[in-house]
């Protein structure tokens, strides 16, 4: 089965603030994408990011940065310098590539992001 | 960039009625996929098409059904509403399998 975890439901910052956003997943297929969406208060879901499971290469994009581990099976979104424009709702996601995997996405709980000038 | 266009934005049923939901997908992407939100809750998926071809269906009711057309929009269709079908209904759409998944803007559906 495919399962994808965010442990933390909601974290507060106050501006200026470095925030990690955790995500964990399991999968059995060797594989797999992980991706991250923000959704903001106006609803709309915005795709961040999309990693494959041969890349473990960090990525860094202006203030958003991800940790990729395989050895933890994590998943992680930092943001740097947090601003008020970052309070949303973020989901992790995992699309399998095993078979009868078709490229539905399983969304992790979310986290709630609350940025505080 | 074109994006997932979705419609209607908003739809107010009342119980035992049928909706329609709309989606044109990007240009090129060969891959719908339908999702459903509840409040405070992850996205789950309904269904999904590739090249008008249903190939997955989740916990999708049997009173939805969803087809893709020969220009590759998708509607969906529910039926017989209830009031625990009020929910954000989401599109999306792919170029293949765990390619980048870009997702409409939704289309908010209350049953009253």
């Known amino acids: 089965a495919q399962k994808v975890t965010q442990a933390q439901t909601e974290i507060s910052v106050v501006e200026k603030e470095d925030v990690t956003l955790d995500c964990v997943y399991e999968?059995?297929?060797?594989?797999?994408?992980l991706f991250w969406y923000k959704q903001p208060p106006s609803g709309e879901l915005v795709f961040l990011i999309r990693?494959?499971?041969?890349?473990?290469q960090n990525e860094i994009s202006g203030r958003y940065s991800w940790n990729f581990q395989k050895s933890t099976s994590s998943f992680n979104f930092t943001i740097t310098a947090s601003q008020v424009v970052d309070s949303a709702v973020y989901f992790c996601?995992?699309?399998?590539?095993?078979?009868?995997?078709?490229?539905?996405?399983?969304f992790g709980q979310g986290t709630t992001l609350q940025v505080k000038p | 960039a074109a994006g997932v266009i979705q419609s209607p934005r908003h739809l107010i049923k009342e119980k035992r009625e049928t909706a329609t939901l709309k989606c044109y997908p990007i240009?090129?992407?060969?891959?719908v996929y339908w999702y459903q939100q509840g409040p405070g809750q992850d996205p789950q998926f309904l269904i999904s098409?590739?090249?008008?071809?249903?190939?997955d269906k989740g916990s999708i009711p049997d009173r939805f059904s969803a087809q893709q057309f020969s220009d590759y929009h998708s509607e969906l269709n529910m039926s017989s509403l209830e009031l625990g079908d009020s929910a954000l209904y989401f599109c999306?759409?792919?170029f293949g399998t765990g390619q980048e998944t870009f997702f409409g803007q939704g289309t908010r559906l209350t049953v009253v």
């Open positions: 990693r494959n499971s041969f890349d473990e």
């Open positions: 996601a995992l699309v399998g590539e095993g078979s009868g995997n078709t490229g539905k996405l399983i």
């Open positions: 098409f590739y090249e008008k071809m249903q190939s």
């Open positions: 999306a759409s792919s």
């Open positions: 999968t059995r297929d060797t594989t797999y994408y």
């Open positions: 240009p090129r992407h060969d891959t």
